[in-house]
């Protein structure tokens, strides 16, 4: 079957990393945050133990598409402090927020009290400082623009919530431990591809016409929801300003890697990496078992989101 047209153009060595590549015993490796550092790509995946536990680990690359794993996981659950009350029964979905000089790492932290984010700042991916739990229970997909705007941090998000479609929030702090004044930004349209709920995917990035965000949009279908990504555009002075958000998706499970899985399909994505040469690469967990990437012209995504728009709210 040809796959439908896309702006996205998968990677041919997809999935581009798999259990089979990972020296310790996992059963997934999928949901990683991806950044250029110095030069060589770094990803922190997800990784189920076979106890149903995640964990992540790292795997490093020159170009983006061929990665090696390091023998030892990156970071597992905390055992001590606050964090190993909250990280009891796992980390997972990480994404890797580069923020002024240093990278900001945002997990989902599982626990008997809930879901909530941890966040740990790391300069060189060697030594790391947990520092703090940023969100209360239920409130998943933190991640961070790459700038303070009038010398806060400003984070999107996506809380729980049972009387709306889950959406996606901002928010704003002056310390990354505080955050407030929460309002929300985009929000599901009733039946269409994200009606179910959404949240934010891969860090935003600047472009020319604003920040570019890859998101997530879950439908429900009779056989299960089926996860697939969007594209929206923020103000460059106001990110809570929306300038555009694209009415089609731009990516949706098609290949036999991402319909068939631990959860068949799913593309979920925690990370892009913008390139000078105009194009990003989009990195995503193919039905929560394998990792697989893809590239797009940025500049096609930014006028998907300005030409072909549906209402933020
Ligand atoms: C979401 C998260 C993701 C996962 C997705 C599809 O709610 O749990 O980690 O990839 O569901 O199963």
Not at 14 to 35: E, K
Not at 46 to 74: M, T, W
Not at 120 to 129: A, L, M, Q
Not at 201 to 208: D, L, V
Request: hydrophobic share 40%.
């Amino acid at each position: 079957m040809p796959g439908i047209k896309t702006l996205v153009k998968r990677c041919p060595q997809n999935p581009i990393l798999t259990r089979d590549d990972v020296p310790y015993d996992v059963g997934t490796v999928h949901n990683a945050g991806v950044v250029k550092h110095k030069g060589q790509y770094i990803m922190l995946f997800r990784s189920h133990l076979k106890n149903g536990r995640s964990i992540i680990g790292r795997a490093d690359s020159n170009d983006g598409f061929s990665f090696s794993v390091n023998p030892e996981p990156f970071l597992t659950p905390a055992v001590d402090s606050i964090f190993g009350e909250y990280e009891e029964f796992g980390v997972e979905d990480l994404r890797i927020n580069p923020v002024e000089d240093e990278y900001l790492l945002t997990y989902s932290a599982y626990s008997r009290h809930g879901v909530r984010i941890a966040l740990v700042r790391t300069k060189d991916f060697e030594s790391i400082e947990r520092v703090a739990l940023i969100t209360q229970a239920d409130l998943r997909n933190v991640v961070i623009f790459p700038e303070k705007f009038n010398g806060r941090y400003v984070r999107l998000d996506r809380p729980h919530s049972e009387i709306s479609p889950w959406s996606i929030w901002i928010s704003y702090s002056p310390d990354l431990v505080h955050w407030g004044d929460s309002k929300v930004i985009i929000k599901p349209v009733p039946y269409h591809w994200d009606e179910m709920k959404i949240g934010p995917g891969a860090p935003p990035f600047k472009t020319e016409k604003g920040w570019l965000s890859i998101y997530h949009g879950v439908f429900k279908t009779m056989a299960g929801a089926v996860y697939r990504l969007g594209a929206a555009l923020h103000d460059l002075e106001d990110p809570a300003k929306v300038i555009g958000v694209s009415d089609e998706w731009i990516l949706q499970p098609e290949e036999p890697c991402e319909v068939v899985g631990y959860v068949p399909n799913v593309v979920f994505s925690c990370g892009a990496v913008p390139e000078d040469d105009g194009t990003v690469k989009i990195y995503w967990g193919g039905a929560d078992t394998v990792m697989c990437a893809g590239t797009a012209v940025i500049d096609d995504l930014v006028q998907l989101c300005l030409t072909k728009t549906r209402p933020p709210l």
